[in-house]
């Protein structure tokens, strides 16, 4: 079954600090891998996309990898702001289909406190 | 910015209305989706379009339906509102070159 996992489910850190998300998958065959940012009530902004040759890329603050060997991602924010409080969501996308069939991860709740 | 609209952005209706919730774009994609996310939890897709006259049903489509005369809009439509269906609906637009998914802003449905 085509899943992807993320963890934490949540997590807190003060301003100024850096933090790691991570995202397992298990979707086949691959497409891509994407990191969204969603505020609270907005829809999900685009922050990375990477296929299968890419292992990392960068977005000012933050920066995904990924290993399509042991299917993993994760996404690194550098020097967080309170704005980089909102849900981060990995999603893969597959190759079995024309369009490409999107799997969503639920999120990881990120709080960045002063 | 994203150029890709959805309204109304807040709906409250009674159980048993027909409602159409509304979604347009000007970058000319093909490719569009229909999403339901409660509070705190993952995106389902509803529907999906590769472009005009094509639409398909994603994992939570079965009690509503789309349509996409026109590659700009893709309206959502819901026979007979029930208090089950009361969501977050985004829609969004996809850039087949680069992948990149645009997502409008929502429509917070509350059926009472």
């Known amino acids: 079954k085509n899943q992807v996992e993320q963890s934490p489910q949540s997590l807190i850190i003060l301003e100024g600090k850096n933090c790691t998300l991570q995202c397992n998958y298990t979707v086949s065959p691959f497409s891509n891998l994407r990191w969204y940012k969603q505020d609270t009530g907005r829809g999900p902004v685009s922050l990375t996309i990477m296929t299968f040759s890419e292992n990392t890329k960068s977005n000012g603050r933050y920066t995904a990898t990924l290993d399509a060997d042991t299917k993993q991602s994760s996404l690194h924010i550098t020097a967080s702001q309170l704005s980089d409080s909102a849900s981060y969501i990995c999603?893969?996308?597959?190759?079995?289909?024309?369009?490409?069939?999107?799997?969503f991860g639920r999120g990881t709740q990120l709080t960045v406190w002063p | 910015e994203a150029d890709i609209y959805q309204t109304p952005r807040y709906l409250v209706i009674g159980t048993g209305k027909k409602i159409t919730l509304e979604c347009s774009q000007t970058?000319?994609?093909?490719?569009m989706y229909w999403y339901q996310q409660d509070p705190g939890m993952e995106l389902h897709l509803i529907h999906y379009?590769?472009?005009?006259?094509?639409?398909e049903k994603g994992d939570l489509s079965s009690e509503s339906t789309v349509s996409r005369i026109r590659t700009e809009h893709f309206p959502l439509t819901l026979e007979s509102a029930r208090p089950s269906h009361t969501s977050q609906y985004l829609c969004?637009?996809?850039?087949?070159?680069?992948?990149?998914?645009?997502f409008g802003p929502g429509t917070r449905l509350t059926v009472t």
């Open positions: 969004a637009s996809e850039d087949r070159i680069s992948y990149e998914q645009y």
């Open positions: 970058m000319g994609h093909d490719k």
């Open positions: 379009s590769y472009g005009v006259n094509s639409t």
């Open positions: 999603v893969v996308s597959d190759r079995g289909s024309t369009l490409g069939r999107l799997y």
